[in-house]
């Protein structure tokens, strides 16, 4: 493999014309520490060592996303340590791109190049997880639905099992499916809600906005009381391969 080039910062004037508009001083400071000559771009955790000093890099990070990455609670920022990475280096281009909305996220992503980003997905990538207390206010009845459509989805509305996707312990599948264990449920009730309302989008045929667009709001706050009641597995790290070793329906920026 090529020799890594030392990362060092570089003046934000690099990219003039990429530069947020109305950037406060704290996103500015905050771009211009992400800001690095890039490396190669390893995607997944196990093909390279990332840089050590990525911990001090992303402190602007951290203030939302917890040290490497981790959260815990029933708050509303998700962890990002561990997730496959792919499944982060996708969700870093959409936010920078717009397919996903976060503003102070979109402002700090929008100078840095897809290798960059490649850079950080693998870091988070190889961070241990953290290990997430289960929701406890879920009623029976939202844990009945939940398990019943994760588990077995419902094939009358073309909806497949959770878990054909995102692995068997629902904890994820190398390199691009994220697990669903360890999310806060506001969270996850969010995001595929984002999803039947077309605000957030993955890359087409997107599959989970075609799932979330045949669940009805009560069975999406169901599914996600359900998700985040589960206790956090020993083991929370992503499957090497699908449970069936195929999609049941096509989903873009999924790698075999
Ligand atoms: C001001 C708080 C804030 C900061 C700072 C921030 N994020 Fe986020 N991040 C969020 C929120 C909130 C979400 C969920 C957004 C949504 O609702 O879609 C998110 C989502 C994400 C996701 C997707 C997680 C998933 O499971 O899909 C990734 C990856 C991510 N952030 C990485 C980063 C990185 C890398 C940085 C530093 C460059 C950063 N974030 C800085 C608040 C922040
Ligand atoms: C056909 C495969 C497939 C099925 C079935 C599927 N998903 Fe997904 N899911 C994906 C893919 C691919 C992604 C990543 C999309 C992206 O890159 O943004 C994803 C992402 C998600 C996310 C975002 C996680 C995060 O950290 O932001 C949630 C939540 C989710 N799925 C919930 C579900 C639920 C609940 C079900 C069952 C009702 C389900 N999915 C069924 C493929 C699937």
Redesign the pocket.
Same mark, same amino acid.
């Given at each position: 493999m090529a020799a890594r080039p030392k990362l060092k910062s570089v003046p934000l004037m690099r990219c003039p014309d990429r530069r947020p508009r109305s950037a406060s001083r704290w996103l500015a400071a905050?771009a211009l520490l !992400?800001l690095s000559l890039p490396a190669a771009m390893p995607l997944r955790a196990d093909e390279a060592a990332p840089p050590a000093d990525w911990g001090d890099r992303?402190k602007?990070?951290a203030?939302?996303?917890g040290d490497e990455?981790r959260t815990v609670g029933d708050d509303?920022?998700?962890s990002?340590a561990g997730?496959p990475a792919r499944? !982060?280096y996708n969700? !870093?281009v959409s936010?920078r791109d717009g397919r996903?909305?976060?503003r102070?996220?979109a402002s700090?992503?929008g100078v840095l190049s897809d290798r960059y980003l490649g850079e950080?997905?693998t870091w988070?990538a190889a961070q241990p997880h953290a290990k997430q207390p289960a929701f406890e206010g879920a009623t029976a009845g939202q844990l009945a639905i939940g398990e019943r459509l994760t588990v077995a989805g419902d094939s009358s509305r073309n909806i497949p099992p959770c878990q054909d996707c995102h692995g068997e312990r629902l904890t994820g599948v190398q390199p691009s499916i994220?697990g669903l264990r360890g !999310?806060p449920s506001r969270?996850l009730d969010?995001?595929i809600s984002?999803w039947k309302q077309g605000q957030?989008q993955a890359a087409a045929p997107d599959c989970m906005g075609r799932i979330a667009r045949s669940l009805t709001a009560a069975e999406i706050t169901a599914i996600s009381a359900w998700l985040a009641s589960q206790p956090y597995p020993a083991d929370a790290q992503p499957a090497g391969r699908l449970p069936h070793d195929e999609l049941p329906i096509d989903c873009g920026g999924v790698l075999p």
């Open positions: 905050a !992400l992303l602007a990070c203030a939302c996303h990455g509303y920022y998700p990002i997730k499944y !982060l969700q !870093l936010f996903r909305q976060h102070v996220m700090m992503l950080i997905a988070y994220p !999310l969270y969010a995001q984002a957030r």
